[in-house]
């Protein structure tokens, strides 16, 4: 069984910073791709940033620029480095795995999500 664990969010206060972890448990079939997405409260879920199966990575513009996808394949975790974080980034920030066709910030492409964590970015 596949599961993810987030971890590392918490409160900040504008333009400081934090470091999102996510760890992949389980045996999850290779290759996989993983990304972020945020949902803020009465908002739908968007897609944060990616990691392809070959390590391409792809931002979306409002964080591109302020934040860094990275990942751990050998011991299978996946990062998240948010700087400059303004208070439209307060969102529930959530890790998912997928294989297959890799299409960055369509949820549905992603099988295995985690649980979330709690970004609060106060101004």
């Known amino acids: 069984q596949v599961q993810l664990v987030e971890s590392g969010g918490g409160s900040v206060q504008a333009g400081g910073s934090l470091r999102l972890s996510c760890a992949i448990s389980?045996?999850?079939?290779?290759?996989?791709?993983v990304g972020w997405f945020r949902q803020a409260p009465g908002k739908e879920r968007e897609g944060v940033a990616s990691?392809?199966?070959?390590?391409?990575?792809v931002y979306k513009k409002y964080v591109e620029g302020r934040f860094t996808i990275s990942q751990d394949k050998v011991n299978k975790f996946l990062y998240l480095q948010m700087n400059t974080l303004t208070p439209e980034d307060t969102a529930i920030y959530y890790c998912a795995a997928g294989q297959g066709q890799w299409k960055a910030f369509e949820p549905g492409r992603y099988k295995y999500w985690g649980q979330g964590t709690q970004v609060t970015v106060s101004s």
């Open positions: 990691v392809g199966q070959v390590g391409s990575t």
């Open positions: 389980g045996s999850i079939d290779t290759p996989y791709f």
